[in-house]
């Protein structure tokens, strides 16, 4: 897959997640790594009015996750997941976060929320920005049977 301007919605979503207040993202905090069936009932309606009208039903548990870790790390132009990663490495955690990103690319849709959740807390703690657009468009690619996204990480993090 080539690079390519991000799709309208998911631009939308990411501006609408940037105009929430911080009592709004604390709410949707509080549901880092949960499924909508596990949300609480309050994100739930917050969700749903940031979310862009037209997005496949089948796309709003990638749409959540992104929203529910959006408060935990800010925003930036890191390209992709793994070159935020590679920003972050340093000679004190080279073998622990190469372990680390090697079972993020190999998590499988029950385990990706927890993996997930725990890359971009740690991104947060080194101050390393996440492009959340990017993140959201690669969430909504992570199952296809290429594993290009995987591919694209496991490139910019591992390449040198």
């Known amino acids: 897959m080539t690079e390519q301007a991000l799709n309208p919605k998911i631009v939308a979503f990411i501006e609408n997640l940037q105009g929430l207040s911080s009592g709004e993202r604390a709410r949707l905090k509080r549901n880092a790594g949960n499924t909508l069936a596990e949300a609480r009932q309050a994100s739930l309606g917050l969700f749903y009015r940031v979310l862009p009208h037209g997005v496949y039903h089948t796309n709003e548990e990638t749409y959540f996750l992104i929203a529910t870790l959006y408060p935990l790390a800010e925003a930036g ?17 080279k073998e622990g976060l190469n372990r680390r990103v090697e079972i993020l690319l190999d998590a499988d849709q029950t385990q990706i929320r927890f993996r997930l959740r725990q890359a971009i807390q740690f991104l947060y703690s080194n101050r390393i920005p996440v492009d959340w657009g990017r993140l959201l468009k690669d969430m909504l690619y992570w ?12 490139r910019s993090f591992f390449a040198r």
């Not at 132009?77 to 955690?93: E, I, M, P, V």
């Open 77 to 93: 132009k890191t390209g992709n997941l793994g070159g935020a990663l590679r920003l972050a490495q340093d000679a004190k955690n």
């Open 143 to 154: 199952d296809h049977e290429d594993r290009f996204v995987q591919q694209q990480w496991a």
